[in-house]
């Protein structure tokens, strides 16, 4: 069975992501930021270092085509969208690398939560408001869909 979002609203459906058995979440040591992965299956923990030019632990944590990553906004006026991707090389060590989006408009007041299956990013208001604004930045286009 194939997992499905539906909105009534709009009459429309996006296929959810498959899960990996794979739980990921922030880490921090000392002197490091990492990401820790608990596997469901084998009840085992292990951790992903982040090198010293990735993101740091504000990043909102994704996955994008099913590899998992971070997407955080990297300057003060929140113009500027940072996606970082991690992958496993066949030794075993992991590479990071990462995209920077321009985006034409600042968001301030504004924050990541996430990323659809679709490849949107999903951008929302800190504090929930009236209105309640979420944007969704499509980074195979780079640019905004309409919500």
């Not at 292990?46 to 504000?58: L, V």
Request: charged share 20%.
């Amino acid at each position: 069975m194939t997992p499905v979002m539906c909105s009534p609203a709009i009459g429309d459906f996006i296929t959810l992501p498959e899960l990996d058995g794979v739980l990921y979440d922030h880490a921090y040591s000392a002197v490091d930021y990492m990401i820790v992965c608990f596997n469901v299956r084998s009840e085992k923990f292990s951790y992903i270092k982040m090198d010293d030019e990735s993101t740091t632990g504000a990043c909102t944590l994704i996955n994008y085509k099913g590899k998992q990553g971070g997407v955080q906004f990297t300057d003060t006026c929140k113009r500027n969208l940072r996606l970082w991707l991690v992958e496993q090389d066949h030794a075993g060590k992991y590479k990071w690398s990462s995209n920077i989006y321009v985006l034409t408009l600042s968001f301030r007041g504004f924050d990541t939560a996430g990323m659809t299956g679709t490849s949107d990013i999903v951008l929302s208001t800190y504090y929930l408001s009236d209105p309640f604004y979420v944007f969704y930045y499509n980074v195979e286009r780079k640019g905004f869909d309409k919500s």
